[in-house]
């Protein structure tokens, strides 16, 4: 018995599949629907038991009108169980529609719609924050680590913007294997997740690093995380093109230093297309600003992990990984990145 947990290539931005050996899959995160569609189909998937949106960014989760567009084509032909919503969500749209009813027409049709589900107990909606009703099925349980409940309202109600910081950390485990999916968080989310957990909810086999390989001003918050973590395997989803810089040569710095003995079991990073740092000089980057590659370049690609419950596992990729990395002149994963002095 194996469970896959594939991180499809959409780019700077996240959309995970956990499909273990039956004909259900769970979802993380909805960037670029097609792409998961077309995934769905060719494993002839029918059931996804259960939907985590992380957050309400926008490479992470579509608009609320394209969600329910798509749960609405899915239920035609499937079944969706579970969604787990963040609270932001929610009510921003219905924020929206009260200030503006004709404007927002379509997001108010939205919101009814999943109200509709709700009802008709179509579809159940749980809580996006620690402790909320785990998933469980067979040797397959997923828990919501962080944000505490407390905290995310605290921090809804007292901070603009920055939903990063209460992304929802999600541990998902196989009998002795674990991964955990950091989405997108960073600032104080960081040490809040420290803090909230046990030592042993935290150590995993797999880290998907936060942010697509943002590199944040409490950096060292970020590597106390990825140190109690102690992943095997870190896992970038990165989009080639992106214009943030991701992903940054001071996390490829902090994910290469393996000597260093505070990451004891990490021996390799992937990504699933190429970054601009594996590509150009230290010198060269320095020239381009932030700005990311001209064109779109597969690294690793789509990601794939098969699982076993002993905690075994093994890393396929869809590209062949080696001989697209052999064009690079500087592979960061090969650990031939051109640091230089890098400056903060
Ligand atoms: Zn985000
Ligand atoms: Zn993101
Ligand atoms: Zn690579």
């Known amino acids: 018995m194996t469970c896959e947990l594939v991180f499809l290539p959409v780019g700077n931005a996240d959309s995970i599949v956990i499909s273990p050996n039956d004909d259900s899959v769970v979802v993380v995160d909805l960037h670029k629907i097609p792409i998961l569609l077309k995934w769905l189909q060719t494993k002839k998937v029918t059931n996804i038991s259960r939907i985590y949106i992380t957050h309400e960014h926008r490479d992470h989760f579509p608009s609320l009108e394209d969600l329910v567009t798509f749960l609405d084509n899915w239920l035609k032909r499937g079944n969706i169980s579970t969604l787990c919503l963040p609270h932001e969500v929610y009510k921003d749209a219905k924020k929206k529609v009260i200030s503006d009813r004709a404007k927002y027409k379509s997001l108010e049709d939205a919101l009814l719609r999943l109200r509709q589900w709700e009802k008709k107990n179509m579809i159940k909606f749980i809580e996006a924050t620690r402790g909320s009703n785990p998933y469980l099925q067979g040797a397959l349980s997923i828990s ?160 794939t992990i098969n699982a076993e419950t002993s905690g075994k596992w093994d890393l396929k990729t869809e590209t062949e990984h080696e001989s697209v990395i052999s064009e690079f002149k500087y592979p960061a994963c090969k650990g031939k990145i051109d640091f230089g002095s890098i400056s903060k």
């Open 144 to 303: 919501i680590l962080h944000p505490g409940l407390l905290y995310a309202q605290d921090h809804l109600a007292t901070v603009k913007g920055k939903d990063n910081e209460i992304s929802v950390v999600l541990r998902v485990s196989y009998g002795n294997f674990v991964a955990l999916l950091l989405a997108d968080i960073e600032g104080t989310g960081l040490k809040e997740c420290v803090e909230i957990c046990q030592p042993d909810e935290l150590s995993a086999n797999i880290v998907k690093i936060p942010h697509h390989g943002a590199y944040p001003k409490n950096g060292d918050d970020l590597k106390h995380l990825l140190e109690k973590i102690d992943a095997e395997l870190a896992v970038l989803s990165v989009g080639s093109t992106n214009t943030y810089g991701h992903v940054v040569p001071e996390l490829f710095k902090v994910l290469s230093n393996q000597k260093d003995d505070e990451f004891k079991k990490l021996d390799n990073f992937v990504c699933t297309e190429a970054t601009r740092a594996c590509v150009n000089s230290n010198k060269e980057r320095a020239a381009m600003g932030k700005s990311g590659l001209e064109k779109a370049q597969k690294c690793a690609g789509e990601i």
